[in-house]
Every structure is written in C-alpha cells, then in structure tokens.
C-alpha cells in the first residue's frame, strides 16, 4: 500500500484535489469521472447532549466513495468542545451541553472532488436531566497500552457507569476493551475501518460512558490508537517505524502535501548498510534522485517539515513505469547514515514478550529465503505478520501466491503523472486490519520463524501484496558487481511474540473470517433441481452421509451443492461442480440427518459442522497442479474486464484443495466466473481497486495529530481532545 500523505492547508479551508485511477496497462491514466453531488444520510435529525450518530454519505457519479468529514459551525472543521466532533468514519459525538444557536451542520465532501459536498442538520436538545460527562485528558493511546477513563455523573465525579467502546459494551478484541471501572485497554493494532466511506483507513474507537440510572445520558471521546512505529526514534533507530524521501512534498492550490511509508528492514552489500524499503516510499514512484535524504521519523509524522534527522541516502530503485511484469519490484535502497540505524537489523515489536506481555525488538531471522509457496506449507501454515508506520504489529495469514497484479501508482505526493505496473509471482494476504495506507515498505515475515517472506508495497481494503523477498534481493543486485543483498539479522529464528499477546489475534481472525452472501432463490432452486437429478449418483460416494444445497465460499454469490462427508475418510473423487453448480465440502463425525436436504434443512446441519477458514493448507501436488492452470490462463484472464489478478489459493469450499484465485474490481463489469478451470476449482475475490493508492481522506483533529490512514489531512490548529 502507498505510502501515506499529510495535507497542510495554507492559504485555503479546503483542500482541492483530484484522486487519479485508471486503466491497467496505460503508461499515463485518464482520471475518472468527477462526482456530481453528494447525499448524506441522515439529511436532518434531533440528538440529546452527549448523544451519538453514525452519518453516510452516497458520492454521486464516482467510484471513489472516500468522504472529508467536517462540522460547519466547529473550528478546527474535525470538531470542538462547542458544537460536538466527528471522526473519519462518520461518527458524530454530539456536545454536552446544548451550543447556542443549538444547530450544528454536518458537512460532506468528496475526497475526489471537494467542491462536490452535502450536508446533514442536527439539533441539539437538552433531553434527559441527567448529565454524564468524561473529564479532559489525553486522548491518544499507544497499541498494548491502557488508559484509565473517569464519569462524572450529576456532576459528581467517579461516579459508576456502563461503559463503551464503539458501541459495544466492554468492547472488542479489534476496538480495545473497557472494564466496569473505565480502564481502557488498547488493541494490540491500530483499528482499520472495513465498511462505510472511509473503508481501508485506519481510525479513532469512541470511548463512551452511560448513566445506569438512565442510559438515554451519556458522553463520548474519540480515541486515537497511535502505535510507537510513528514515533521519533532518535539515535541507533530500529525498523519497521516511519520514515520519507525528504522532498516527498508538493504545493498546489495552498495545499501543502507531504507523503512517507516504512523503514522496512536492514540489508547489507558490498561491506555497506542499507535501509530496504519501497521505490514509491524512499523515491516517490521513480520520481527520486541518488543522493536524496531519508528522515526517520517520516514528513507525515513532522507536519510536514522536514525532520533534523537523515538516516539515509538513497542509493538505488528499481524503475517500476519502465519494468516488466516478470520482473517488476517496488523496491529501493538507502544507505545509511552511521549511527542512525541500528547496525544488528532491529525491527520494532518484532521480537518476544517481556514481563508486562509487551512485545520487544528484535531483527528477522538472516540466514533463510522463503519462497511464498514454503510459507504456505508446513511448519508455517502461511501465518505471516510485519511491523509497520500506521496500523504497527499485525498479524496474518497468505491468501494466495504466484500472483499476477495490475497496481496504480502517481509520481510525487498528491501531484503529477499516473501509470499502472504489472507484477506476476506476488503474494497476497488478507487484509483484516493487517495493513493500511502508511505500511508500505513493510518487511513481511512467518509468525513462527520470523524468516522474510515479502515486501509489502501495495493492497485494498480486503487484500495486502507483496512482492517475493527474493525477487526483492536479486533485483536490487549491485548495477557494478551484481552483488545481491543480504539481510541483517539474527542467526537464529524466533517467533513474533506479538501475533500471539492477549489481544487481537488479527492472524487467526484472518483464517477464521469467511464472507457468506446469499444466493437468490431462483439460484438455490435451480441447484436443488441438478441435486435431485444427480442425488443417487452424489450418494454413491461412501465419504458422503448426506447430499443438501446452500451458498459457495469460493463464489459467494452462488448457490452450492453440499456434501457433508466423514472426517478422516479417503475421498473417492467427488465433483468440483455438478452440471455448472459449484460444489462444497462440510466435514464431520456423525451428523443427525442423512438423505437428501432442503435449503433450511442443510443450513441447521452445517450450523452443526466446525467453521470454515478462510485459508487452507495445501500439499506440493495440488500446488504443483495449480500452478499449470494457472501458468496456463493468467494471460487471458488479466485481459478480461474488470479482472486486477490471478493467483494461486485454498479452497474454501473444499479443505485441502487449491484453487484459482480470480482477483474482480468491486462494482465492475466482468465475465461470468466458470466454477471450474481445467479440473481446478476458481475462486473469487472482489474488492476495491489494488493500489500503491494516492486518494485523499477525511481531515484529522488537528496538525498535532498524525493518525495514519491512506493519506492524512489537518487544518494549522490543534484540537481539543474531547468533546
């Protein structure tokens, strides 16, 4: 994912600026279409102080739904004491004592055209007599950190309430918790937005304490996770933190924009150190020269002025608009400046727990390169995670590998050309909370080994890629010598501590979170038609207890014949698909129906079955059987319409099979997908655009306030931490 970008505005309120998409395999892109309006809903409505509401808003004529986010009547436009806050998913935290006049507008804009924008009236009531409200104090919390929040109630102060944390009581593993006393613990990584506008951001978590007495009182706060990866680090810096090409800046229209990413890793060549991170970070997409200065922390995380601190120079990058697909890297290298950058390869968060359960540093193992597939398999069982600028220490798991991908990028920040590259043999992890915008440059690396796997540079809201650590290494050979580099590390492996804390297990999360949409009735019926037509035959299969229908993993859109099946028991060759029909495969001991089911009765017996992961482990052999398809048709599927990949993955509806992974552009046209590809099942993954991304996103509170996200933008003012 693209490095992230911070936005001063100078001389205008508002940014003014254009988010560039285009077609894949054009050297320059055409921008898409303007929005013609924006609609925000709830148009209008009545909130009590301290109340709280989530608005939406439609984008009219555009693709790019991301919004800016404001209150009219506040400044900063993020908020005030006065007229309540907002936060980059739209949620509105009304005041606690009712402003005079007591209406407040809510103001959308388009991130694509700013000009373009809609509003939403709210008026301020009084409502209940009760008053709830949560003292001043900081409002920014670290990852693994706590914070001790307090009510007061009538205006009596540690007074008991229900407490909160984006509307659920006692939070979540994704959100941080909150004891009955209101001491907040922070997740384990900084929340990524996953629905509404603003979806692939990362954001604040609203902290919110409730009157028992009465729940219609209560007061709220915006809570920014900020992880250390952000912060300053000083001499004998470690990876995995911010950092920037030191000219990563431009100024169009009053608008000063800055961009940065991630200090991935330490490598070493030719007797010299270097910092390993992406082209479009370390030099701004081909747009860099050899010499430039690389700071630590990054423009993003020192508003926008230049830090005192050079780590680095920028030695080499490999030039992505002039590469070629079968051997294209979004990589560069810095060298570094002695004393700035830990010389043993120290990468933040990387390493063991201490005695508090606070993941330490530690390099990455030096000694093995992985290819994707051996991450997949045994002892790794693709379970990967990385250290990164905006979301910090997550965890994973690989989707599918050998990929081909079609990637947007833009030379300089928020100004300039645009052009698409192609990449073959990547690696795709899923994308719940693993990365945002910021992350990019990111060394990828096996939970259990910590032994490099990838580079991350790029990703969607469902999906993060990397390119393959060796092809990183060999195309970064030296240009003289073709002397390769070599990480800097520990000649021993460890696990990532961190993957495994109390907290959210964003890797096992990933494994476990299988999307499952409804099939239309006239599908489902259909596929009970083919089921009865073929049920003897389906029943022939001894593994087989009982023969029913329901809806595809690998196609979510799509009915499925079901067979549920003993566990353990030799498969005896059932069918991918049956007369065009997807098939899917439900294990289990002993289950309490056999025969033929219906729609309703299959659902109660799969209700009964272990849930289905998200990733599979597969053998060699069915990879190796895979790779054939694949070689064999990626070609001819990147040239279709609304297709951004292929690659090699798991099954979902068929444990221990591969499968073609057919990567869609959401919300475009596209071929119908076959259910099955010489004999090897598809799968379908559909998500926004896969970008090294140059969108803009909502205003933050404040230049102070560096919450990372796809790109970052402030007004010259502090905030108010609170409501």
């Known amino acids: 994912m693209r490095r992230t970008k911070f936005l001063i505005l100078l001389t205008a309120l ?24 924006v609609t925000v809903t709830p148009a209008s409505l009545t909130l009590s102080k301290g109340a709280m509401q989530t608005f939406s808003a439609n984008v009219n004529g555009a693709t790019d739904q991301s919004i800016f986010w404001q209150i009219a009547e506040a400044l900063p436009k993020s908020g005030d004491s006065t007229h309540g806050f907002i936060s980059n998913a739209g949620v509105y935290l009304a005041p606690t004592a009712v402003p005079s ?38 409002s920014r919390v670290s990852t693994f950190g706590s914070m001790q929040f307090t009510a007061t109630v009538n205006g009596i102060a540690n007074q008991p309430a229900t407490w909160k944390v984006n509307g659920v009581t006692g939070g979540g593993p994704a959100t941080g918790a909150i004891s009955t006393s209101g001491l907040f613990l922070a997740p384990n990584s900084v929340p990524v937005l996953t629905t ?32 250390p990866q952000q912060n300053q680090q000083g001499a004998n810096s470690p990876l995995g933190v911010s950092g920037s090409n030191a000219k990563d800046t431009s100024t169009t229209g009053g ?34 020269t050899q010499g430039d200065a690389i ?5 993003i995380d020192n508003n926008c002025a230049v830090p005192p601190t050079t780590v680095a120079m920028l030695s080499q990058f490999f030039n992505l608009e002039n590469g070629n697909a079968q051997t294209n890297i979004d990589a560069a290298l810095a060298q570094i400046t002695p004393g700035a950058i830990d010389a043993t390869g120290r990468i933040l968060q990387l390493g063991g727990a201490n005695s508090n359960n606070q993941p330490t540093d530690a390099p990455p193992h030096q000694g093995t390169i992985l290819t994707p597939a051996q991450a997949v398999g045994s002892p790794h069982n693709g379970l990967v995670a990385k250290s990164g600028r905006s979301t910090g220490l997550t965890c994973s798991a690989i989707f599918a590998v050998n990929a081909t991908f079609s990637v947007d990028y833009q030379k300089g920040c928020g100004t300039g050309t645009t052009f698409s590259a192609s990449f073959s043999g990547q690696v795709d992890m899923t994308n719940n909370g693993f990365s945002a915008q910021g992350d990019s440059g990111s060394l990828i690396v096996t939970q259990d080994t910590a032994d490099p796997v990838a580079l991350l540079f790029a ?32 000649s021993t492996t460890h696990p990532v501590a961190a993957c495994t804390l109390p907290g959210p297990q964003s890797g096992m999360a990933a494994r476990l979170a299988v999307h499952k949409a409804a099939a239309s009735a006239e599908a489902v019926s259909n596929a009970l038609a083919i089921r009865d037509a073929h049920a003897s035959e389906l029943m022939g299969h001894p593994e087989v207890q009982a023969v029913g229908v329901g809806s595809s993993y690998d196609n979510p859109t799509e009915p499925t014949i079901l067979f549920f099946v003993t566990k353990g028991q030799p498969r005896t060759n059932l069918p991918a698909q049956v007369d065009g029909v997807r098939t899917r495969i439900v294990e289990g001991e002993l289950f309490s129906r056999r025969g033929t089911l219906s729609a309703e009765e299959s659902l109660r017996l799969e209700q009964s079955a272990a849930p289905p992961q998200l990733v599979y482990p597969v053998s060699e052999a069915e990879f190796a059987r895979a790779e054939k398809v694949r070689s064999a048709h990626t070609d001819e599927w990147m040239k279709k319409p609304g297709v951004q990949g292929v690659g090699i993955g798991s099954s979902a509806d068929a444990p221990g099979e591969s499968a073609l992974i057919i990567f869609l552009i959401k919300g475009m046209p596209h071929d119908a997908i076959p259910p099955v590809i010489d004999g090897l099942r598809t799968r379908v993954r559909e998500s926004d655009r896969i970008r090294a991304g140059f969108g803009q996103v909502p205003p933050q509170h404040g230049c102070s306030v560096s919450a990372p996200g796809k790109s970052q933008a402030a007004l010259a003012a502090s905030s108010p931490t609170k409501p």
């Open 196 to 227: 509404g506008n603003n979806s692939g951001q990362t954001s604040e978590v609203v902290v919110t304490a409730v009157s028992p007495a009465d729940p219609t009182a209560s007061d709220s706060v915006l809570v920014t996770i900020v992880p």
């Open 459 to 490: 990703g969607s809201t469902s999906d993060t890629v990397g390119n393959p650590i060796s092809q990183v290494l060999s195309g970064l050979a030296d240009p003289s010598t073709q002397s390769i580099p070599a990480f800097v590390g520990t």
């Open 101 to 138: 006049p007591p209406s407040v507008t809510i103001t959308a804009l388009s991130a694509a055209d700013p000009a373009k924008s809609g509003t939403a009236a709210v008026t301020i009531q009084a409502g209940s007599s009760t008053t709830v409200s949560i003292p001043e104090g900081s």
């Open 295 to 299: 700071t630590q922390p990054g423009l």
């Open 14 to 37: 508002l940014p003014l600026l254009t988010a560039c998409s285009g077609n894949k395999g054009s050297a320059v892109m055409n921008p898409p279409p303007p929005p013609t309006s």
């Open 255 to 288: 608008v000063t924009s800055c961009c940065g990413g991630t200090l991935g890793a330490l490598v070493s060549r030719g007797g010299n150190l270097y910092i390993l991170s992406n082209n479009h970070v370390l030099s701004r997409s081909d747009a860099g």
